[in-house]
Structure formats: structure tokens, C-alpha cells
């Protein structure tokens, strides 16, 4: 169990820590705080280490789910070649967390919108008006382009 005055251990053994004793302090509780609000939200830490399982892009019944957490970003959309590169086609909806959930459907047919090997980017607008374009954070592949001018046309 993790004790409010922990910290204090570290200062007792090591008196040179004594100046910034206020510091280790605050540290300490910032930790507790994090470590607490991991176990109320994500079930404990081991199951928090898990979530890349339930992030990124996988497949659910009848749909794509792209997860990613982002809390800064006040819009998250994820376009690629399945979509002819349409960056606002499929926008995400942000929970109280930050974390943003983009669903995409399968086609009529039953098939996934995105098939296997495309290309997928995601393109965050950021609380200050800017927008970014970057790979999926959560990618369990990537493929480095033979050039740069190749890659801008394909995007295009």
C-alpha cells in the first residue's frame, strides 16, 4: 500500500534530497492521484497496460473501430486510400477521457472499408486551430515510402 508520506523514505536516506523534500512531495501525490484514477477508470494498472488491445484499429462486428486517446485535439479523423484520401469523410466522437472513437461500417457487401494493406493517415485539428496529418499511433505496420514524391502523389 502506498502511504501518503512515502516520499519522506527517500529524504531519510539521502539528505542531500532535503532541498527539494516540497518537490518530492507534490511528486508523490501526483502519483497517488494518477495511480487512483487509473484503478476507478481502467480497472488497475495491468489492465491499463493492455490497451493496445482496444486501441488503434481493429475489427468489431459489422464495422472498423479506430480508438486513439487525444485529448488536446478537438477533431480526430482517419482517411487513407480506402477513402481516396478524404480527410473529413469518417470524424471521430471524443468521451470525457479524451479518448476518440471512429467508427467506419463495412460496405454493403460485408466487407471491412478498409481492406488489408492500405494506407491510413489520421488528421487531428488541434485546440488552437492547426491540423496535423500522421500515422495511426497505435500501428502494428508500417511501410516507409520508396520516395517523397511518391508518397504526395498518392495522397493526392
Known sequence: MDRPDTWKYAVDDDPYLEPH??????????????????????????????????????KVPGSIVYKEWAPGATQLCIYGDF????????????DHFGFWVVKL???????????????????????????????????RRAVRMQSVERCVQEMK
Open 21 to 58: 523534500s516540497e518537490h518530492l512531495e507534490y511528486r508523490w501525490k501526483q502519483y497517488l492521484s494518477i495511480k487512483e484514477q487509473i484503478n476507478k477508470n481502467e480497472g488497475g494498472l495491468l489492465k491499463f497496460a493492455d490497451s493496445y488491445k482496444t486501441n488503434g484499429l481493429f
Open 105 to 139: 461500417p463495412d460496405s454493403r457487401d460485408g466487407k471491412p472499408l478498409i481492406p488489408h494493406a492500405s494506407k491510413v493517415k489520421v488528421h487531428l485539428t488541434l485546440a488552437d486551430g492547426t491540423e496535423a496529418d500522421r500515422i495511426p499511433v497505435w500501428s
Open 83 to 94: 477513402n481516396g484520401w478524404v480527410k473529413h469523410e469518417f470524424a471521430g466522437q471524443k
